[in-house]
């Protein structure tokens, strides 16, 4: 039974109950129907053709990378798929849909009936069914910022949209948001899906009510109600939608103070609400009586998909590790601690970056600290996945082997790294190059470690004496070499060589 | 010599080839024909008078060097004008696209072009090929070339009349419950509707998707074979062309048919059949049987046409096909909103609705309206299973009965109209009337199957009557020489006489 919250332990008890859909851009090569490309950014309207543009007597071809992708997420979803599926025109007008009709999947979709389980903090785990997944063509973009009209901007018209349903089987904001981050993982692990929310590729409709009766037995009438379902559409961050279904859960338990039995799914039935980000609040768009006829029909146009069990099959093989089991991995294997492990498995090429490092020798902490470090903060800056840095496998194995064996200090490994993310190259040549590796000559080490001493010589005795300042002292001479040397002595030799030279008499 | 005009399609490309005549002499005939007849027929909406002489010129320069001119080389064809080309308009006879520029060409338009096909102009039509007389057109009707005062059918009146009356070689229609059949019948030439997924519909402005097909209409079943070869097979851009090779039409044309097995249907054989249509269908049947065909009676129960006690006719499958055409039609048509191209009123709006409504108010006629809202109806929630639904079951029933049939038959032979070409505004006050014309042309179309109508002589008011023959998908081989032989028994048919003939 899933978690309920307990809002007030006299009776009744209130139990959030959501639904989430989730609307994803695939990263196909091209579109859904047409052969025009599925790119953002570019000037409008500069990837359109008859198909997207909806021009008469054009007709779609169905793309089989985007079904390839949908299949994919469907099994990693541990759905069924299918062996007959079709398409089905979905008619509604708006000037961003050309045709005025949006080809999508109705009562069979490419993937049903899965679940996804979903990590919470406290190592706690939810299962969340998914009831569908299927593929639709995304819509255009309504430009308003000209000056005297709208604009509408079809490069997004007919770009293949994966929409996965859930079931109601969420009950808190935290189980929302640990659902939805699951799913951009997961779709960004098996390559579906850039997943960048600034570029909208990942929408969330939300929909919202609270069981008021027995947590125990929702959805038995006997045993409570439910209020009205609000439905939320288009929330494009993971921000609008935590902050909406705050909103909406806080104005579901104030209507039910207020109203009681009013305000229930049986007498107000379905409504929709809109998130205002510039008030963080929700507001009222529509109530049941003026929901869509969609007038769903199989769309004559195309045929329908048989999913044979050969091409199942072919596509089950390409899924390999999925996210929690590589996560439960590096745990057990690599030992990093939850927050590695999680960052290192946000996308499969970050994840095999770091087996490949590791495989070709690099040892594991220190790649780790590598990729945790510089390459994160250069991540962030770029909005970019760890991977998508550049820095190849062989580079982070030989940089970390380098540190290891004490030819590069941490500092002299940043720059180097700095170097890597910057232009490439092999470490050994740009630590060669920089002049920063480390010295191996043991008399040159001696003669900067004497040198501190000499120059240093309160520290050294307080060292000598074991003072309760040594450990300090210590510390200050360790600086003291690395700065004489340029960073170029080795940090295992000088401690040594100190320890030696500065040992009670 | 006689006017070249009287060649027959294949005859001109005989003559061209030889160099007796040259494409540009063709070109200039028609389009002085066009000129001359046109105004009173109305079957172009535009003539596209100096890119036909250009192309017709490059073709002749061809034939100069020694080049392989194509197998329509130098031919001056007319193309319905619900068929995008990248010249002109494309306006499917609808206010609602009288300025539409096509960005592309129909596939079946670029492949008459590759084989050397001279494009006369684009023809009139029932408003988005919504009709069965020509009079739903937002422009003009078009008027039979037999009798002026009569329509050519429709939706593809004019290319119809423009083939009949000589204004073009041949043309291409679309045929979605009949289109091509019913005014190849009352305007005395053939038209043959391909079986569904023959001949890509790229291009082809939808009406009804899964019954529309692009077909040629021709003097003689020769030509029609000729056009189709060219404008059949398989094409990557639409999904419902079928991958299937493409057999030489014309080449198995005049090959003796073996033990043919003729199906004469019972169900059109009907005592609402007017007599002069039955005796046709009559002659035709014995023209078989005298050629050494086995001719039987066979039965397509769910296509039964039945009589009211009020003497109006009534049919599964025209019940049916509406629902289906009506309900594809309400989608295909939702894209014409004044918004990306086509009519935008010129009135102020107060927002995005009502440009929609104003647009499509102005820009649509009456049948239009008509079915889109009936259509809409029929997929609207709590109605999509009373009667989109079931007209898909119906549809199934339909196709079974047909699959019966040629499991016995090789091809069906039947009348294609219950009538011959009735005069302007007799149906037009009475929609039903006009929906059962193509009473017996529909059937094929829910079935996806190629049907042929051939010319049967005249009726009494001198008015041509048509039969129709059917076969089984990708029979169309077949279904010509069947054509072929009824042709041959039958003589060749007449031309109008206001075409000039002899
Ligand atoms: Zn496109």
């Not at chain 2, 200039?28 to 007849?37: K, N, S």
């Not at chain 2, 001119?69 to 010249?87: R, S, V």
């Amino acid at each position: 039974m899933a978690p309920t919250e307990a809002e007030n332990p006299t009776s009744p008890t209130l139990t959030t109950v959501i639904g989430l859909e989730i609307h994803c851009e695939l990263d196909t090569r091209t579109k859904m129907f047409c052969r025009c490309l599925n790119r953002f950014g570019d000037p409008p309207n500069t990837h359109t053709c008859p198909v997207c543009i909806g021009m008469p007597g054009a007709l779609p071809v169905m793309n089989r990378q985007a079904v390839d992708m949908t299949i994919k997420a469907g099994l990693a979803l541990n759905c069924q798929v299918p062996e007959f599926t079709k398409w089905d025109r979905k008619g509604y007008y708006y000037p961003d849909l050309p045709k005025n009709y949006q080809i999508s999947q109705y009562d069979l979709p490419l993937a049903r009936e899965g679940y996804l389980d979903v990590p919470l903090p406290g190592g706690r785990t939810s299962r969340i069914r998914v009831r569908r997944a299927h593929l639709e063509e995304d819509a255009g973009k309504n430009v308003h910022d000209l000056a005297a009209h709208t604009g509408v901007d079809l490069n997004r018209a007919g770009v293949p949209l994966l929409e996965i349903v859930s079931e109601p089987d969420i009950h808190s904001v935290e189980e929302v948001m640990g659902y939805s981050r699951s799913m951009r993982r997961l779709v960004r692990w098996l390559g579906i899906s850039q997943a960048n929310m600034q570029m909208g590729h990942m929408r969330f409709e939300p929909n919202i009510s609270i069981w008021v009766g027995d947590g125990q037995r929702i959805f038995d009438e006997s045993a409570g109600y439910f209020t009205p379902i609000l439905e939320i559409k288009n929330l494009n961050s993971f921000r609008s939608l935590e902050k909406t279904v705050e909103w909406i859960i806080d104005y579901h338990r104030a209507q039910i103070i207020e109203r009681g039995r009013d305000w229930s799914l049986e007498k107000v039935g379905k409504q929709n609400w809109g998130y205002r980000d510039d008030l963080e609040c929700c507001e009222f768009q529509r109530g049941k009586e003026e929901a869509h006829d969609y007038r769903y029909f199989p769309d004559p146009d195309l045929a329908p998909v048989r999913v044979e069990a050969a091409w199942r099959d072919r596509i089950a093989a390409e899924i390999g590790e999925l996210p929690i089991a590589r996560k439960g991995r590096y745990l057990a294997q690599y030992q990093l601690s939850d927050k590695e492990a999680d960052a290192l498995t946000e996308d499969a090429p970050t994840g095999d970056l770091l087996d490949s490092a590791v495989k070709l020798g690099g040892p594991v902490r220190r790649v780790v600290n590598l990729m945790m470090g510089r390459m994160m903060a250069a991540s962030n800056q770029k909005g970019s996945t760890l991977a998508q840095l550049g820095v190849s496998a062989e580079a982070l194995a030989e940089l970390a082997g380098m540190m290891e064996a004490g030819k590069l200090s941490a500092s002299a490994a940043d720059r180097v790294m700095e170097v890597l993310l910057a232009e490439g190259g092999k470490p050994l040549d740009i630590a060669t190059r920089l002049g920063v590796l480390a010295v191996s000559d043991a008399s040159a080490i001696e003669a900067w470690v004497d040198a501190a001493i000499a120059a240093n010589a309160g520290p050294a005795e307080q060292v000598r004496t074991g003072d309760k300042k040594a450990k300090q002292a210590f510390g200050f001479l360790m600086g003291a070499v690395m700065k004489l040397s340029g960073g170029k002595a080795p940090p295992a030799a000088v401690k040594q060589l100190l320890e030696q030279k500065l040992s009670p008499k | 010599m006689a006017s070249l005009r009287q060649l027959s399609a294949l005859g001109l490309r005989k003559a061209i080839a030889a160099g007796e005549v040259s494409a540009l002499e063709a070109a200039r005939e028609y389009l002085g024909a066009i000129d001359e007849l046109d105004g009173q027929l109305h079957c172009f909406n535009q003539v596209h008078r100096d890119r036909a002489l250009e192309r017709a010129g490059a073709i002749d320069r061809k034939r100069a060097a020694g080049e392989p001119l194509g197998p329509l080389g130098g031919l001056p064809l007319a193309i319905k004008d619900n068929i995008c080309t990248a010249y002109g308009k494309t306006t499917c006879s609808s206010k609602i696209l009288a300025d539409f520029h096509s960005p592309y060409d129909a596939t079946a338009v670029s492949r008459l072009e590759a084989a050397g096909a001279v494009v006369l102009g684009k023809t009139n039509l029932d408003e988005f090929a919504m009709g069965s007389s020509t009079e739903n057109s937002g422009f003009a009707p078009t008027r039979n070339p037999w009798d002026v005062s009569r329509v050519p059918g429709g939706s593809s009146g004019g290319s119809a009349a423009a083939a009949a009356a000589r204004l073009c070689a041949a043309a291409l229609g679309s045929d979605t419950g009949g289109s091509i059949r019913q005014p190849a019948s009352f305007c005395g030439v053939v038209g043959l509707k391909p079986t569904y997924g023959r001949v890509s519909r790229y291009g082809l402005v939808a009406y009804g998707s899964s019954l529309d097909q692009i077909g040629p209409i021709a003097r003689n079943v020769g030509d029609a074979a000729l056009l189709l070869s060219v404008i059949a097979g398989h094409d990557g851009s639409d999904s419902t062309s079928l991958d299937r090779p493409v057999p030489d039409y014309l080449a198995e044309l005049d090959k003796p048919l073996k033990n043919l097995r003729v199906g004469l249907v019972s169900e059109f054989h009907s005592q609402s059949l007017w007599p002069e249509i039955r005796q046709a269908v009559d002659r035709c049947a014995e023209a078989f049987g005298a050629a050494g065909a086995a001719v039987t009676e066979v039965s397509l129960p769910h296509s039964r046409i039945d009589a009211g006690p009020d003497g109006i006719l009534s049919s599964y499958a025209v019940a049916c096909y509406y629902v289906v055409a009506m309900a594809e039609a309400s989608s295909n048509l939702a894209r014409y909103d004044g918004v990306h191209y086509g009519h935008r009123t010129a009135k102020p709006v107060k927002d995005i609705i009502e440009l929609y409504c104003r647009s499509r108010a102005e820009g649509f006629g009456q049948e239009v309206k008509r079915r889109i809202m009936l259509g809409t109806y029929a997929l609207s929630a709590g109605y999509y299973e009373a009667y989109y639904l079931k007209a898909l079951k119906v549809r199934r029933l339909i196709k079974n009965d047909f699959d019966a049939a040629f499991a016995k038959c090789d091809v069906l032979l039947g009348p294609t109209t219950p009538e011959t070409a009735f005069p302007l505004g007799a149906k037009t006050a009475d929609p039903l009337t006009m929906y059962l014309s193509d009473v017996y042309t529909i059937s094929a179309n829910l079935a996806g199957l190629p049907g042929i109508s051939v010319p049967a002589g005249l009726s009494r008011e001198n008015l041509p009557i048509g039969v129709q023959l059917l076969s089984g998908a990708f029979n169309e081989p077949v279904l010509l020489r069947a054509a072929r032989l009824l042709e041959v028994a039958l003589g060749p048919a007449p031309a109008p006489p206001l075409a000039g003939s002899n």
